[in-house]
T-cell receptor, first 116, second 115 residues
Framework: DAGVTQSPTHLIKTRGQHVTLRCSPI?????VSWYQQVLGQGPQFIFQ???????GRGNFPDRFSARQFPNYSSELNVNALLLGDSALYLCASSFWTSLSYNSPLHFGNGTRLTVT | QQQVKQSPQSLIVQKGGISIINCAYENTAFDYFPWYQQFPGKGPALLIAIRPDVSEKKEGRFTISFNKSAKQFSLHIMDSQPGDSATYFCAASSAGGTSYGKLTFGQGTILTVHP
């Protein structure tokens, strides 16, 4: 069974550039969440999407945006990159619905973004 | 109030020993407490989770103990093995409002099990 897949696995960008990260959820999962994991810290919640609508947003600037497509895959976009955006970006999918909000999150292996 | 505090930062245990990792939270609205295991270069993987209506949950060598009044929970790894060497994260979430689908993670514990 295919797990959560993310692309690319590694990315190097320059300050001020824009980046798009992609995620394909586990088949049947309609909820996708994005997390940022800075080296040595726990993941920090960025967004959650369910049925193509934003259902949750973490404490991140407006430079961060995301969307979910009809096939439930998702993109995370970051504009005007800063050095501090260097991190592992994790995508997670689940069977989450408003009635079963504690469905386990299944994480991908992430995209390692380095901003120079 | 949204923080989850985890300790210790690192832990070294001998093979066959018991590993204990502790977490504390402030937000009384939290009602779901999972533990994740992360190996280098991999995403976190769910180990075990508990809800506050029970005080303990055991799955194989992994046990969560939960103390609602103290707002603390812990992970016990019995008969620790070198293959358990990884980073462990506790987390918490709650229903309602903008918290839907949001896990708040602890800072992580790097566990090393010596053979």
């Amino acid at each position: 069974d295919a797990g959560v897949t993310q692309s690319p696995t590694h990315l190097i960008k320059t300050r001020g550039q824009h980046v798009t990260l992609r995620c394909s959820p586990i088949s049947g999962h309609k909820s996708v969440s994005w997390y940022q994991q800075v080296l040595g810290q726990g993941p920090q919640f960025i967004f959650q999407y369910y049925e193509k609508e934003e259902r949750g947003r973490g404490n991140f600037p407006d430079r961060f945006s995301a969307r979910q497509f009809p096939n439930y895959s998702s993109e995370l976009n970051v504009n005007a990159l800063l050095l501090g955006d260097s991190a592992l970006y994790l995508c997670a999918s689940s069977f989450w619905t408003s009635l079963s909000y504690n469905s386990p999150l299944h994480f991908g292996n992430g995209t390692r973004l380095t901003v120079t | 109030q949204q923080q989850v505090k985890q300790s210790p930062q690192s832990l070294i245990v001998q093979k066959g020993g018991i590993s204990i990792i502790n977490c504390a939270y402030e937000n009384t609205a939290f009602d779901y407490f999972p533990w994740y295991q992360q190996f280098p270069g991999k995403g976190p993987a769910l180990l075990i989770a508990i809800r506050p209506d029970v005080s303990e949950k055991k799955e194989g060598r992994f046990t969560i103990s939960f103390n609602k009044s103290a707002k603390q929970f812990s992970l016990h790894i019995m008969d620790s093995q070198p293959g358990d060497s990884a980073t462990y994260f506790c987390a918490a979430s709650s229903a309602g409002g903008t918290s839907y689908g949001k896990l708040t993670f602890g800072q992580g514990t790097i566990l090393t099990v010596h053979p």
